[in-house]
Protein backbone atom coordinates (compact mmCIF):
# COMPACT_ATOMS: atom_id res chain seq x y z
CA UNK A 1 0.00 0.00 0.00
CA UNK A 2 1.40 3.76 -0.57
CA UNK A 3 0.26 6.47 0.52
CA UNK A 4 0.95 10.38 -0.61
CA UNK A 5 1.07 11.43 3.24
CA UNK A 6 4.43 12.91 3.91
CA UNK A 7 5.10 9.54 6.37
CA UNK A 8 7.21 10.22 10.03
CA UNK A 9 10.92 8.61 9.70
CA UNK A 10 10.60 4.52 10.59
CA UNK A 11 12.91 1.57 10.99
CA UNK A 12 12.47 -1.90 11.25
CA UNK A 13 14.20 -4.57 13.66
CA UNK A 14 13.97 -7.92 13.41
CA UNK A 15 15.62 -9.22 16.36
CA UNK A 16 14.57 -10.94 19.99
CA UNK A 17 12.89 -9.57 23.05
CA UNK A 18 15.40 -9.05 26.24
CA UNK A 19 12.71 -9.72 29.37
CA UNK A 20 15.33 -7.55 31.39
CA UNK A 21 15.19 -4.68 28.59
CA UNK A 22 18.82 -3.46 28.23
CA UNK A 23 19.69 -5.57 24.86
CA UNK A 24 18.01 -6.99 21.47
CA UNK A 25 14.29 -5.37 20.47
CA UNK A 26 14.33 -3.63 23.86
CA UNK A 27 17.53 -1.70 22.94
CA UNK A 28 16.57 -1.18 19.42
CA UNK A 29 13.15 0.64 20.60
CA UNK A 30 14.76 2.53 23.26
CA UNK A 31 17.12 3.87 20.77
CA UNK A 32 14.79 4.88 18.25
CA UNK A 33 12.74 6.73 19.96
CA UNK A 34 15.94 8.71 21.78
CA UNK A 35 16.45 9.86 17.96
CA UNK A 36 12.61 10.58 17.24
CA UNK A 37 12.04 7.37 15.11
CA UNK A 38 9.23 5.64 15.01
CA UNK A 39 10.15 1.62 15.45
CA UNK A 40 8.19 -1.25 14.32
CA UNK A 41 9.32 -5.14 15.25
CA UNK A 42 9.64 -8.28 13.91
CA UNK A 43 10.30 -10.25 16.88
CA UNK A 44 12.14 -13.72 15.84
CA UNK A 45 13.10 -14.61 19.42
CA UNK A 46 11.70 -14.58 23.38
CA UNK A 47 14.50 -14.85 25.44
CA UNK A 48 14.41 -14.80 29.45
CA UNK A 49 17.58 -12.77 30.67
CA UNK A 50 19.10 -10.67 33.13
CA UNK A 51 22.18 -8.41 33.72
CA UNK A 52 24.05 -12.00 34.46
CA UNK A 53 23.16 -14.02 31.24
CA UNK A 54 20.56 -15.07 29.17
CA UNK A 55 18.80 -18.03 31.13
CA UNK A 56 16.40 -19.39 28.28
CA UNK A 57 15.29 -18.37 24.89
CA UNK A 58 12.60 -19.84 22.69
CA UNK A 59 12.32 -19.50 18.36
CA UNK A 60 9.24 -18.20 17.43
CA UNK A 61 7.21 -20.34 14.29
CA UNK A 62 8.32 -19.65 10.92
CA UNK A 63 4.60 -18.83 10.09
CA UNK A 64 3.82 -15.67 12.09
CA UNK A 65 7.91 -14.16 11.73
CA UNK A 66 6.90 -13.99 8.37
CA UNK A 67 3.35 -12.88 8.70
CA UNK A 68 5.04 -9.94 11.32
CA UNK A 69 6.72 -9.22 7.91
CA UNK A 70 4.14 -9.03 5.75
CA UNK A 71 1.76 -6.84 8.29
CA UNK A 72 4.21 -4.32 8.45
CA UNK A 73 4.94 -4.46 4.87
CA UNK A 74 1.44 -3.88 3.64
CA UNK A 75 0.71 -0.59 5.53
CA UNK A 76 4.16 0.85 7.39
CA UNK A 77 6.78 3.09 5.24
CA UNK A 78 9.97 1.84 6.60
CA UNK A 79 13.22 3.53 5.41
CA UNK A 80 15.48 0.99 7.04
CA UNK A 81 16.16 -2.53 8.65
CA UNK A 82 18.39 -4.01 11.19
CA UNK A 83 18.70 -7.86 12.24
CA UNK A 84 19.71 -8.97 15.22
CA UNK A 85 19.75 -12.23 16.86
CA UNK A 86 18.05 -14.83 14.67
CA UNK A 87 18.85 -17.96 16.97
CA UNK A 88 19.24 -20.75 14.08
CA UNK A 89 19.68 -21.76 10.62
CA UNK A 90 15.84 -22.17 9.78
CA UNK A 91 15.42 -18.52 11.30
CA UNK A 92 18.00 -16.73 9.71
CA UNK A 93 16.68 -18.34 6.40
CA UNK A 94 13.41 -17.00 6.97
CA UNK A 95 14.55 -13.74 7.67
CA UNK A 96 16.65 -13.30 4.51
CA UNK A 97 13.64 -14.81 3.01
CA UNK A 98 11.81 -11.50 3.75
CA UNK A 99 14.30 -9.37 3.45
CA UNK A 100 14.86 -9.94 -0.14
CA UNK A 101 11.18 -9.87 -0.95
CA UNK A 102 10.16 -6.37 0.84
CA UNK A 103 11.48 -3.05 0.07
CA UNK A 104 12.53 -1.66 3.48
CA UNK A 105 15.08 0.02 2.38
CA UNK A 106 18.56 0.40 3.70
CA UNK A 107 19.37 -3.20 5.39
CA UNK A 108 21.85 -3.46 8.72
CA UNK A 109 23.07 -6.90 9.67
CA UNK A 110 24.13 -7.08 13.18
CA UNK A 111 25.43 -10.83 13.19
CA UNK A 112 24.67 -11.26 16.55
CA UNK A 113 26.39 -14.73 18.00
CA UNK A 114 26.89 -14.64 21.64
CA UNK A 115 25.47 -12.37 24.43
CA UNK A 116 27.63 -10.51 27.21
CA UNK A 117 27.51 -13.50 29.43
CA UNK A 118 28.70 -15.91 27.02
CA UNK A 119 25.65 -17.68 25.99
CA UNK A 120 25.32 -18.10 22.21
CA UNK A 121 22.06 -16.40 20.22
CA UNK A 122 22.75 -17.97 16.95
CA UNK A 123 23.87 -21.92 16.63
CA UNK A 124 27.13 -22.97 14.89
CA UNK A 125 25.04 -24.30 11.85
CA UNK A 126 23.28 -20.93 11.18
CA UNK A 127 26.68 -19.27 10.47
CA UNK A 128 26.71 -20.66 6.59
CA UNK A 129 23.32 -19.37 6.11
CA UNK A 130 24.13 -15.85 7.41
CA UNK A 131 27.22 -15.93 4.77
CA UNK A 132 25.17 -17.30 2.01
CA UNK A 133 22.10 -15.67 2.66
CA UNK A 134 22.21 -12.73 5.19
CA UNK A 135 25.48 -10.89 3.47
CA UNK A 136 24.72 -10.84 0.36
CA UNK A 137 21.85 -8.32 1.38
CA UNK A 138 23.49 -6.14 3.68
CA UNK A 139 23.84 -2.71 2.79
CA UNK A 140 26.23 -2.84 6.10
CA UNK A 141 27.48 -5.46 8.43
CA UNK A 142 27.99 -5.18 11.77
CA UNK A 143 30.31 -7.83 13.60
CA UNK A 144 32.53 -7.36 16.59
CA UNK A 145 35.81 -8.87 16.44
CA UNK A 146 34.51 -12.50 17.33
CA UNK A 147 31.95 -12.49 15.18
CA UNK A 148 34.22 -11.31 12.13
CA UNK A 149 36.55 -13.75 12.70
CA UNK A 150 33.79 -16.56 12.70
CA UNK A 151 32.09 -15.77 9.39
CA UNK A 152 35.73 -14.83 7.48
CA UNK A 153 37.93 -17.89 9.49
CA UNK A 154 40.65 -15.01 9.50
CA UNK A 155 42.12 -14.74 13.06
CA UNK A 156 42.25 -11.11 13.94
CA UNK A 157 45.81 -9.81 15.51
CA UNK A 158 47.10 -6.86 13.68
CA UNK A 159 45.24 -4.06 11.82
CA UNK A 160 46.34 -5.71 8.35
CA UNK A 161 43.99 -8.62 9.86
CA UNK A 162 41.49 -6.56 10.30
CA UNK A 163 41.39 -5.08 6.90
CA UNK A 164 41.53 -8.27 5.16
CA UNK A 165 38.47 -10.16 7.52
CA UNK A 166 36.28 -6.53 5.93
CA UNK A 167 37.87 -6.87 2.48
CA UNK A 168 36.37 -10.86 2.93
CA UNK A 169 33.24 -9.85 4.42
CA UNK A 170 32.70 -7.40 1.11
CA UNK A 171 33.58 -10.76 -1.10
CA UNK A 172 31.02 -12.43 0.72
CA UNK A 173 28.92 -10.13 -0.14
CA UNK A 174 27.96 -7.14 2.23
CA UNK A 175 28.48 -3.57 0.95
CA UNK A 176 29.80 -1.64 4.00
CA UNK A 177 31.31 -3.00 6.83
CA UNK A 178 32.15 -1.64 10.05
CA UNK A 179 34.17 -4.10 12.83
CA UNK A 180 33.70 -3.03 16.17
CA UNK A 181 36.34 -3.08 18.62
CA UNK A 182 34.51 -3.39 21.80
CA UNK A 183 36.35 -6.92 22.50
CA UNK A 184 39.69 -5.64 22.31
CA UNK A 185 42.01 -4.78 24.91
CA UNK A 186 43.95 -1.77 25.86
CA UNK A 187 42.57 1.61 27.01
CA UNK A 188 41.32 2.98 23.09
CA UNK A 189 38.52 0.76 21.51
CA UNK A 190 39.12 1.00 17.62
CA UNK A 191 35.96 0.55 14.99
CA UNK A 192 37.12 -0.27 11.58
CA UNK A 193 35.03 0.95 8.76
CA UNK A 194 35.56 -0.25 5.03
CA UNK A 195 33.43 1.40 2.37
CA UNK A 196 31.84 -0.14 -0.65
CA UNK A 197 33.95 2.47 -3.10
CA UNK A 198 36.81 1.05 -0.86
CA UNK A 199 37.29 4.47 1.21
CA UNK A 200 38.20 3.45 5.08
CA UNK A 201 38.25 5.13 8.46
CA UNK A 202 38.18 4.40 11.95
CA UNK A 203 36.33 5.44 14.72
CA UNK A 204 38.59 5.60 18.08
CA UNK A 205 37.54 6.25 21.76
CA UNK A 206 38.22 5.20 25.07
CA UNK A 207 37.62 2.58 26.97
CA UNK A 208 34.94 3.66 29.85
CA UNK A 209 36.02 1.66 32.90
CA UNK A 210 32.22 -0.08 33.37
CA UNK A 211 30.77 -3.43 33.13
CA UNK A 212 27.38 -1.83 32.01
CA UNK A 213 27.38 -2.43 28.22
CA UNK A 214 24.55 -4.39 27.83
CA UNK A 215 23.18 -4.21 24.32
CA UNK A 216 26.04 -1.77 23.36
CA UNK A 217 25.62 -3.57 19.77
CA UNK A 218 22.20 -3.47 19.32
CA UNK A 219 21.91 0.23 19.91
CA UNK A 220 24.89 1.09 17.99
CA UNK A 221 23.12 -0.29 14.69
CA UNK A 222 20.01 1.10 15.79
CA UNK A 223 21.19 4.11 15.84
CA UNK A 224 22.84 3.33 12.79
CA UNK A 225 19.62 2.95 11.20
CA UNK A 226 17.43 5.88 12.72
CA UNK A 227 19.86 8.02 11.14
CA UNK A 228 19.57 6.70 7.88
CA UNK A 229 16.05 6.77 8.19
CA UNK A 230 16.24 10.46 9.15
CA UNK A 231 18.21 11.05 5.86
CA UNK A 232 21.72 10.69 6.78
CA UNK A 233 24.37 9.46 4.37
CA UNK A 234 25.97 6.18 5.53
CA UNK A 235 29.39 7.50 7.07
CA UNK A 236 27.19 10.54 9.14
CA UNK A 237 24.89 7.99 10.73
CA UNK A 238 27.89 5.58 11.77
CA UNK A 239 29.53 8.59 12.94
CA UNK A 240 26.40 10.02 14.58
CA UNK A 241 25.45 6.66 15.79
CA UNK A 242 29.14 6.07 17.95
CA UNK A 243 28.65 9.75 19.19
CA UNK A 244 24.92 8.24 20.45
CA UNK A 245 26.43 4.80 21.98
CA UNK A 246 29.77 6.44 23.61
CA UNK A 247 27.05 9.16 25.51
CA UNK A 248 25.27 5.83 26.79
CA UNK A 249 27.51 4.05 27.74
CA UNK A 250 29.80 7.26 29.56
CA UNK A 251 26.39 8.29 31.67
CA UNK A 252 25.69 5.09 33.44
CA UNK A 253 22.81 4.19 35.27
CA UNK A 254 22.24 1.28 38.03
CA UNK A 255 20.14 -1.42 36.71
CA UNK A 256 20.68 -5.15 38.18
CA UNK A 257 23.89 -6.19 38.89
CA UNK A 258 25.72 -7.81 36.55
CA UNK A 259 26.19 -6.25 32.60
CA UNK A 260 23.73 -3.44 33.10
CA UNK A 261 21.92 -1.64 30.22
CA UNK A 262 23.01 1.79 28.80
CA UNK A 263 21.44 4.83 29.56
CA UNK A 264 19.47 6.25 26.40
CA UNK A 265 18.66 9.41 27.99
CA UNK A 266 22.33 10.28 28.01
CA UNK A 267 21.76 12.86 25.40
CA UNK A 268 18.87 14.34 26.90
CA UNK A 269 16.96 15.66 23.48
N1 LIG B 1 33.60 -0.06 27.95
C1 LIG B 1 33.35 0.60 26.82
N2 LIG B 1 33.65 1.91 26.70
C2 LIG B 1 33.40 2.59 25.57
N3 LIG B 1 32.86 2.04 24.48
C3 LIG B 1 32.53 0.74 24.52
C4 LIG B 1 32.76 -0.06 25.68
N4 LIG B 1 32.35 -1.33 25.42
C5 LIG B 1 31.89 -1.33 24.15
N5 LIG B 1 32.01 -0.09 23.61
C6 LIG B 1 31.66 0.29 22.24
O1 LIG B 1 30.44 -0.34 21.90
C7 LIG B 1 30.47 -0.73 20.53
C8 LIG B 1 30.05 -2.17 20.42
O2 LIG B 1 31.12 -2.92 20.84
P1 LIG B 1 31.21 -4.48 20.91
O3 LIG B 1 32.39 -4.88 20.10
O4 LIG B 1 31.20 -4.84 22.36
O5 LIG B 1 29.87 -4.96 20.20
P2 LIG B 1 29.01 -6.23 20.45
O6 LIG B 1 29.85 -7.34 20.99
O7 LIG B 1 28.25 -6.50 19.22
O8 LIG B 1 28.02 -5.77 21.57
P3 LIG B 1 26.94 -6.73 22.28
O9 LIG B 1 27.66 -7.49 23.33
O10 LIG B 1 25.94 -5.77 22.80
O11 LIG B 1 26.37 -7.64 21.23
C9 LIG B 1 31.88 -0.43 20.01
O12 LIG B 1 31.85 0.73 19.24
C10 LIG B 1 32.69 -0.26 21.26
O13 LIG B 1 33.75 0.65 21.06
C1 LIG C 1 17.64 -10.70 22.62
C2 LIG C 1 19.07 -10.30 22.59
N1 LIG C 1 19.59 -9.84 21.44
C3 LIG C 1 20.90 -9.48 21.38
C4 LIG C 1 21.70 -9.59 22.49
C5 LIG C 1 23.17 -9.20 22.41
O1 LIG C 1 23.36 -7.94 22.89
C6 LIG C 1 21.12 -10.07 23.69
N2 LIG C 1 21.84 -10.19 24.83
N3 LIG C 1 19.81 -10.41 23.69
Known sequence: MTSDLQQFPQILT??????????????????AFAHHVYPATVVVAVTA??????????????????????SIADDLAIKAVK???????????????????????????????????????????????VKEQLLPLATLVT??????????GI?????????????????????NVLIKGGHGTGDELTDYVLLAD????????????TIRTHGTGDTY?????SNLALGHDLTTAIKLAKSYLYATV???????????????????E
Open 14 to 31: VAGIDSSGGAGINADVAT
Open 49 to 70: QNTYGVQAATLLDAQIIEQQFA
Open 83 to 129: TGMLGDREHVEVVAKALANYDLGPIIIDPVMVAKGGSKLLTDDAITA
Open 143 to 152: PNLLEAQQLT
Open 155 to 175: EIKTPTDLVQAAKMLQTLGAK
Open 198 to 209: QSEFTLVNPRID
Open 221 to 225: AAAIA
Open 250 to 268: ADEIIVGHGHGPLNHWAKG
